[in-house]
C-alpha cells in the first residue's frame, strides 16, 4: 500500500496544533492585545510544514511524535515571526498572508513587530525547556544572521538590482533551507541520530529548502490569492531576485525536481523509516500552496 500522506499530515497538523494551542499563553492573559496577536498569526492556517519536518526527522531515526512536539511548536514559531516581521511595510509591506489580513494591518505596526519578538522568545523559552544545548544553538545559528535573517537582508538589499545566480543561491538557502534544514536535523538530533545520519538528514533538508523557496517563487508567478492565501506577484512588483526570474520558469521547475531527487538520494540509507521525509519532498514539489 503506498504511503497516505493526507492522512500523516492531517494527523501530526493536529498534534502540533493542540500542543501550540497549549504553548501559547491564554488569549486573555494580560497584557491581551499581544497574546491575540500571536495567536491570530499562528492559528492562521499556516501548513505546519517546518513543525512536521522536525518530527519527520525523528520518525526517520526511530523516536516518537511526543518527544519532539515542543521543538516542533518552536520553529513553527520562529517562521510565524519571521512571517509577521517580512510583512511589515518596513520589509515587504503585505496586505495578506495564511488567508487572512497581515498582523499589522489588524493589530498597527508596533505590536505587531512585538508579537514577532514574543513568538521567538517564546520559542527559545521552549527550546531551553524541553530540547538539549545542541539543538538550541542548532536552531538559533538556522534562526539568526549566518541563516534566516542573513538571507532576509541580502534579499532586501539586492532588491531591484541585478543579482548573480550565487547571491540568488545564497538567499534562498539562508532566507528559507536554513530552517527547513534545521527542523529535519532537530527532530533527528532529538531522536538520537548517529553522526553519519544526522549529516545525510541535514544533506536532504538543505535541499529540500532550496527546492521549496524555487517552488514558492514559481507560485508567485503562477498562483492566486485564493490558492497561496497572500497576493501573487509581489515578488516581480517589488523586483525581488527569484529563480523564475534568473533562469526563466521552466529551468527554475526542472531545478526544483533535481533538487528534490539529491534530497531523496541523500536519504536512501535511513531506508524505509524515512518514508514520510520522502513523500513530504514530493509535496513540496507539486504543492499549489
Ligand atoms: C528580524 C526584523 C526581523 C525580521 C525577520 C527573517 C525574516 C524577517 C524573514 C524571513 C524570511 C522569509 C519570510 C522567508 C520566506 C520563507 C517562506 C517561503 C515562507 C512561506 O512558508 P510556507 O509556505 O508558509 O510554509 P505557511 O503559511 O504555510 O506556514
Known amino acids: ?22 504553548h501559547l499563553p491564554p488569549p486573555d492573559a494580560p497584557p491581551a492585545i499581544i497574546h491575540e496577536a500571536m495567536r491570530y498569526s499562528v492559528f492562521a492556517g499556516g501548513k505546519r510544514l517546518r513543525p512536521i519536518l ?14 519532539v512536539l515542543p521543538t516542533a ?18 520589509m515587504d509591506d503585505d496586505d495578506y498572508r495564511r488567508g487572512r489580513p497581515t498582523n499589522h494591518k489588524v493589530f498597527g505596526e508596533a505590536i505587531a513587530i512585538l508579537a514577532g519578538d514574543a513568538l521567538l522568545s517564546l520559542a527559545f523559552g521552549l527550546l531551553a525547556e524541553s530540547a538539549s544545548l545542541d539543538v538550541v544553538k ?13 538571507g532576509q537582508v541580502v534579499d532586501i538589499q539586492s532588491e531591484g538590482k541585478p543579482v548573480e545566480a550565487r547571491t540568488l543561491e545564497y538567499i534562498h538557502t ?6 527547513i534544514r534545521c527542523a529535519l536535523r532537530s527532530g533527528a538530533m532529538i531522536a538520537g541520530a548517529a553522526p553519519e545520519t544526522l549529516a545525510a538528514v541535514g544533506e536532504a533538508g538543505s535541499r529540500l529548502g ?3 523557496q524555487i517552488v514558492d517563487d514559481i507560485l508567485d508567478v503562477e498562483g492566486s490569492l485564493e490558492e497561496l492565501g497572500k497576493t501573487a506577484g509581489s515578488d516581480q512588483r517589488k523586483k525581488k531576485a527569484t529563480y523564475p526570474e ?3 520558469r521552466e529551468a527554475s521547475r526542472l531545478k526544483a525536481k533535481a533538487l528534490i531527487e539529491d534530497a531523496k538520494a541523500a536519504l536512501a540509507p535511513l531506508g524505509p523509516r524515512a518514508g514520510p ?8 514539489l507539486e504543492r499549489r500552496s
Do not use: N, Q, W
Not at 542548532?138 to 542573513?150: D, H, P, S
Open 138 to 150: 542548532e536552531v538559533a545559528a538556522a534562526a539568526g544572521t549566518f541563516g534566516m535573517i542573513g
Open 73 to 90: 511548536c518552536a520553529l513553527e514559531l520562529i517562521h510565524t515571526y519571521s512571517l509577521i516581521h517580512d510583512d511589515l511595510p518596513a
Open 277 to 284: 521525509i520522502r513523500a513530504l519532498a514530493d509535496f513540496i
Open 174 to 179: 539562508h532566507k528559507t533551507a536554513a530552517l
Open 246 to 248: 534568473y533562469f526563466g
Open 210 to 212: 532550496l527546492a521549496f
Open 54 to 67: 522536525v518530527i519527520a526527522g525523528a520518525e526517520a531515526v526511530g523516536g516518537s511524535v511526543e518527544r
Open 1 to 22: 500500500m503506498s504511503f497516505d500522506l493526507a492522512a500523516y499530515l492531517a494527523e501530526r497538523r493536529r498534534a502540533v496544533d493542540a500542543a501550540l494551542d497549549r
